[in-house]
Nanobody, 118 residues
Framework: QVQLVESGGGLVQAGGSLRLSCAAS????????MGWYRQAPGKERELVAR???????IYADSVKGRFTISRDNTKNTVYLQMNSLKPEDAAVYYC????????????WGQGTQVTVSS
């Protein structure tokens, strides 16, 4: 059974940076696209960034130029480097295997909380 463990969240001032990590257990990590998602209170979960097995990336308009998704297939880990953070980036961040239209493919992990103070 594949499990996802997110880490790296925390409290940061606006304009600051954080790097999130997501470790996936099990097999097939390298063959699959991965995505970072976030859910703020009272809002639906949304796709923030997606990276294919070949390294192609897409981003939500709200984070373009500030966030970078990357992956290390030797470690079964996907990362999200978040720079120039804004209060509106505050949310619980999750990773998942991402389908062609960005849909999450397996059960969610516990996520990691990102709080941005103004």
């Amino acid at each position: 059974q594949v499990q996802l463990v997110e880490s790296g969240g925390g409290l940061v001032q606006a304009g600051g940076s954080l790097r999130l990590s997501c470790a996936a257990s099990g097999t097939s990590f390298a063959l699959n696209a991965m995505g970072w998602y976030r859910q703020a209170p009272g809002k639906e979960r949304e796709l923030v960034a997606r990276i294919t097995s070949g390294g192609s990336t897409i981003y939500a308009d709200s984070v373009k130029g500030r966030f970078t998704i990357s992956r290390d297939n030797t470690k079964n880990t996907v990362y999200l480097q978040m720079n120039s953070l804004k209060p509106e980036d505050a949310a619980v961040y999750y990773c998942n295997f991402a389908g062609r239209i960005g849909q999450a493919l397996i059960s969610w992990g516990q996520g990691t909380q990102v709080t941005v103070s103004s």
